[in-house]
């Protein structure tokens, strides 16, 4: 840290901000006024106004962002800042117009069950605490034109939507992938092709990293330069082109962080200076934490940061440690035996960065996938020639049609092969280890525990004389244990039992002190989709990777339709949670007229999953009982 002073002034804000929501401050936009609580008690319907920043396609509706937003109330004007409208599809408005609406205000809670979307972390650190259905909507008159940043941003937006229509034409079914690989569009990204590659390890690939950002800005610095650029006025040509490139596939924590670290590679270039990961890894999360310390709960934060710290740092001081075996092993092998040298060596790197990431797996998905190990490396040297295949398919379709279709054709066979792959991982038992939320404490001390193994390699690597080996060995296995040790999910101390929240409807979670689960009822009317968004999650983020029994009380949708997509979802490979039976009602029958009882059962056989029948208590007659042996 002596020479790392960036580091150090990392790691102490870092402390300072963590210790600061510790006592309970709070990094989210606050109310700007006590009257709007009042507003949003009063369940009325308010008349706002705002300015377009950005908009979103959602399934049933578009999503409005707005800035410089005035809430009217009564003759009082209360500003919202950064605001949240929805509308339906036919109410399309453009960025940088002033628009007038009315509507319900509310505000955007935390989630109300363990393992759910935390919306209120998610738009907290855009600045956004409000959001409202928009009853009517328009354009407000006289209000200021769009500006030349705004037309530029309007102008990306259309760009990017002619190309995601571009891939939807050339590529069909695979358009969705493509098009959050290559345009960072997720609105096409199917559940069940999102799940799939979560399951095998490889869901990074789905989103526009930094590597992408790194990779396009180093591409264009070295054309130009070879065109006889000066690097003086090349930098700046480069960084307006990736802040572009940035708006063009919306502007996440990976971007920024990834054109911050390329400004701290350019300044190293133009200084004559040496650059520096670590240091300037650590100015990027400086920076974007002073502009917004919410950032430090923000899971897309900590995924970018802990990835890079872990692949570019950790996994490379621990393989560096290990190089005294090689070193010591100077017989000289043929070709082949040098590749095989090289596989296990890559096969080892994998394992570790699979390993130093699972923590903040687990933290965020509540899994982690081992067979994610060998799935990059299968996959990963493939992701060039996707890429090229999908932007190319992107770009011809300005010009035609059929020109897309052909070039989208090495990408559509890369993606089959890859859903093979991926379906064949799957197949082997343990390829997704449901883990739970470990506690805050545990992922520190794993981490803690694994700079301590780090300092006792690098020691004996430089002390350890003949012994040297085998110790390296012995503290690796060391270091596996502990980290696999402290993210295995715990029981129950007792019997515990959930009620999970799932809107109009009924779901009990019931854990016994062995280690069983069982659940009575599961599902929703006023929640779209409760089983895959709220009783999963859920039973996920409690490490619960086996359900004994579910109990169906009787068949009305907002008590059954969860647990039929939950045997979906288990049918199709889309989860590792496992069910062992379904306890239906004496009267439920398989060929029952009603299509949500058909629905069950069938999903049910598909996931593999048997039932028995039970007579309900109120069913019970005094004769029944008198018929009882």
Not at 75 to 94: A, G, M, R, S
Not at 160 to 183: P, T, V
Not at 294 to 321: D, I, N, R
Request: glycine share 8%; hydrophobic share 45%.
């Amino acid at each position: 840290m002596n020479k790392r002073p960036l580091c150090a002034a990392c790691i102490l804000l870092m402390l300072l901000l963590a210790l600061g929501g510790f006592l309970g401050i709070d990094y989210y936009p606050r109310l700007p006024s006590a009257r709007i609580r009042t507003c949003m008690q009063e369940q009325k319907t308010q008349e706002i106004c705002g300015r377009i920043a950005d908009y979103q396609e959602k399934q049933n509706s578009i999503q409005y962002t707005l800035n410089n937003t005035i809430l009217f109330d009564s003759e009082q004007q209360i500003p919202l800042k950064t605001f949240l409208v929805y509308t339906e599809k036919d109410k399309q408005f453009h960025i940088g117009e002033t628009v007038r609406l009315k509507g319900e205000l509310e505000e955007i809670l935390p989630p109300s069950n363990p393992g759910m979307f935390d919306a209120r972390a998610y738009y907290g650190v855009q600045g956004i605490r409000f959001r409202c259905f928009a009853e009517e909507i328009h354009t407000e008159e006289g209000a200021k034109s769009p500006t030349a940043a705004e037309r530029v941003k309007q102008r990306l937006r259309e760009i990017r939507e002619k190309a995601a229509a571009n891939l939807a034409y050339a590529a069909g079914d695979s358009a969705g992938i493509l098009q959050a690989m290559a345009l960072g569009d997720k609105n096409g990204l199917e559940d069940e092709a999102k799940s799939s590659f979560q399951q095998g390890g490889v869901l990074h690939i789905l989103t526009i990293s930094g590597l992408h950002i790194t990779l396009i800005g180093m591409g264009l610095l070295k054309i130009l330069m070879r065109r006889g650029c000066p690097l003086k006025f090349a930098a700046p040509a480069v960084l307006a082109a990736l802040i572009l490139y940035g708006e063009f596939i919306g502007m996440g924590s990976s971007c920024v962080r990834a054109v911050l670290m390329f400004c701290a590679a350019l300044g190293a270039k133009l200084l004559l200076r040496t650059y520096d990961l670590a240091c300037a890894l650590s100015l990027a999360a400086i920076l974007m934490l002073l502009e917004n310390p919410a950032y430090l709960y923000y899971s897309g934060f900590q995924l970018s940061f802990g990835s890079v710290a872990c692949a570019g740092l950790l996994v490379p001081c621990w393989e560096k440690t290990g190089d005294v075996a090689d070193r010591a092993d100077t017989r000289r092998r043929s070709r082949l035996a040098e590749a095989v040298k090289s596989g296990i060596r890559a096969v080892r790197g994998g394992f570790w960065l699979w390993l130093f990431l699972s923590p903040l797996c687990a933290y965020h998905f509540y899994e982690t996938a081992p067979v994610g190990v060998v799935m990059n490396l299968l996959i990963i040297p493939a992701l060039p020639v996707l890429l090229l295949s999908a932007l190319a398919a992107a770009a011809a379709g300005f010009f035609w049609l059929p020109a897309a279709s052909a070039a989208a054709l090495p990408a559509v066979f890369l993606l089959k092969i890859m859903d093979a792959i991926l379906a064949l991982g799957r197949k082997f038992p343990g390829s997704v280890w449901i883990t739970g939320r470990p506690e805050v404490w545990k992922v520190f001390l794993i981490y803690g525990g694994v700079l301590l193994f780090l300092r006792l390699r690098l020691f004996i690597s430089k002390h350890g004389g003949r012994m040297c080996i085998p110790a390296l060995r012995a503290v690796s296995a060391a270091a596996a244990v502990w980290v696999l040790l402290l993210l295995a999910p715990h029981t129950p101390a007792g019997l515990q039992i959930t009620m999970v929240d799932v809107g109009q409807g009924d779901c009990f979670v019931i854990r016994t002190e062995d280690g069983n689960c069982f659940m009575i009822d599961g599902g929703s009317t006023s929640e779209n989709q409760a089983g895959y968004y709220r009783i999963l999650p859920y039973l996920k983020s409690q490490g619960i990777s086996r359900i004994e029994g579910i109990i169906v009380t009787h068949s009305d949708a907002d008590h059954m339709n969860g647990i039929t997509e939950i045997a979906g979802l288990i049918g199709t490979e889309q989860t590792a949670l496992s069910v062992g039976t379904l306890y239906l009602p004496d009267w439920m029958r398989e060929t029952d007229e009603d299509d949500g009882v058909r629905e069950l059962f069938a999903s049910a056989r598909s996931a593999g999953i048997g039932w028995q029948s039970f007579i309900p208590m109120a069913a019970i007659t005094e004769e029944t009982r008198m018929r009882a042996p």
